[in-house]
């Protein structure tokens, strides 16, 4: 069964927009929320995380909005710049099999200069 | 700087033959990853290890095995290869507190 669902696929954004994706999950054994970020020909990259016990983190241009009730959690992107376009995961870790972690099935964003 | 190296970048190997992808990090982590990428899937979860001989498998084992004989190198092994199993191998590492670092990946072309 898919466990984390990832939308949208893909996204185009103008420059100094706001990027929005979000992550929807159903295991509530999820104990970390992180978002990856990959450009072409490199893996995945850490780029902001959030503990099930806060709401929202901000990270520079880079926020984690976290809906614990819902079990939804969204990604935004301020002022998006070219240099954001990659592909973005939502990727939860399981706190109950060995850390694993979970991956959305990516969002490619475009940002138009 | 710290690290999770695969050997190869690009492979291309034929069908039925045995193939070695290798992973080392060189930072002293417990749990070791291998993912296949997939385009429209993400990433999922082949096999992992938490310890030195230690594994488990992931959400897609079949076909796989691994091996861990030391901490810092976890070797995945694909028995017999099929061109279904043409895809981007990702190896990443952990300390098990949060944060994966990830390898720049294998891309596996089987003919």
């Known amino acids: 069964q898919q466990q984390v669902k990832q939308s949208p696929q893909s996204l ?5 927009g706001i990027s929005i994706i979000n992550c929807a999950y159903e295991n509530t054994a999820f104990d970390y929320f992180p978002w990856y970020q990959q450009f072409p020909g490199k893996g995945p990259a850490l780029l902001i995380a959030i503990r099930p016990d806060v709401s929202e983190k ?5 926020t984690i909005s976290f809906n614990k009730s819902a079990k939804q959690f969204s990604l935004h992107i301020m002022d998006s710049q070219p240099g954001d376009s990659a592909t973005y995961f939502c990727a939860p ?3 109950e099999y060995g850390n694993k972690l979970v991956f959305g099935a990516g969002t490619i964003l475009r940002v138009k200069s | 700087d710290v690290k999770v190296t695969q050997s190869s970048r690009y492979l291309v ?9 290798e ?12 993912y296949r990428q997939d385009p429209g899937l993400g990433l999922r979860l082949i096999y992992f290890s938490y310890d ?19 901490k810092e ?7 017999s290869a099929s061109t279904n199993q043409t895809s981007m191998y990702l190896c990443a590492s952990t300390t098990g507190n949060y944060g994966y670092t990830f390898g720049s990946g294998t891309r596996l072309t089987v003919v």
Do not use: A
């Open chain 1, 12 to 16: 185009i954004v103008q420059k100094g």
């Open chain 1, 58 to 62: 901000k990270e520079g241009r880079f």
């Open chain 1, 93 to 95: 870790k399981d706190g």
């Open chain 2, 13 to 21: 190997k034929r069908t039925g033959e045995k193939v070695f992808l």
């Open chain 2, 23 to 34: 992973c080392v990090q060189d930072m002293d982590h417990e749990n070791m990853f291998w």
């Open chain 2, 52 to 70: 030195v001989k230690m594994k488990e498998k992931g959400d897609i084992p079949e076909g796989y095995s691994v091996s861990r004989e030391k």
């Open chain 2, 73 to 79: 190198r976890f070797s995945l092994i694909l028995e």
